[in-house]
């Protein structure tokens, strides 16, 4: 028996059903389901310096009417090899003109080792300053920076040019209320007479 939930107008509802609801012979307009798996997605990556922006990690993209703006994008970050030197490997300090929603399938996610957990998900709007915790800064702005493989590990984006709003539902979801706790300890490393 399957259940097929549907909202309308803030509400659910739902209708049962003795088959797939995917069970059809077509669908009407431009939008089906599809299944990928996402091993199989070839990763690109920067192979000499500096953190490569995102969007090469693209894997669907729905555009918008101006070019080069996308109303979506699904990114993942799978397992890869970071070689780039002179260079802070993890994703920079930043923030940017696109919504991003991010989760974590499995394994740790790079830019937060601590507090990120498998099935966990975070919100930075569109202009939030954000970044890798202060865990994984001290880590990368310290270490030998040789050829590593990161293993074990896959999360997700979805970037959009709109403004996401939270459902009801979500804001009563249970929540990490400390998660900005995880840049307290970031330190200035710029000297006082240069700021």
């Known amino acids: ?13 739902e ?11 077509a669908w009407h307009g431009n939008y089906a389901p599809y299944k990928y798996d996402l091993s199989l997605f070839n990763t690109m990556n920067t192979v000499s310096f500096d953190h490569a922006d995102p969007s090469i990690f693209t894997v669907l993209t729905c555009p918008t009417n101006t070019p080069g703006q996308a109303a979506v994008d699904f990114v993942i970050f ?21 919504t991003e929603f991010m989760g974590l399938i499995v394994g740790e996610y790079e830019a937060k080792k601590d507090g990120f957990c498998k099935g966990g998900a975070s919100l930075h709007s569109c202009m939030t300053p954000h970044g890798p915790d202060t865990k994984t800064f001290e880590v990368a702005s310290t270490m030998e920076l040789c050829p590593m493989k990161l293993e074990g590990t896959m999360a997700f984006m979805f970037e959009s040019s709109y403004f996401v709003k939270l459902s009801q539902y979500g804001m009563d979801t249970k929540k990490n209320e400390e998660y ?3 840049w307290e300890g970031l330190k200035s490393n710029f000297p006082k007479d240069k700021q």
């Open 180 to 182: 900005y706790k995880c």
């Open 15 to 25: 209708c049962k059903r003795d088959h797939s609801p995917f069970n059809v012979v």
């Open 78 to 98: 799978p397992p890869r090899w970071m070689v780039q030197d002179h260079s802070f490997r993890p994703p920079y300090f930043h923030r940017n003109c696109m």
């Open 1 to 13: 028996e399957w259940t097929i939930v549907n909202k309308y107008m803030g509400k659910l509802f």
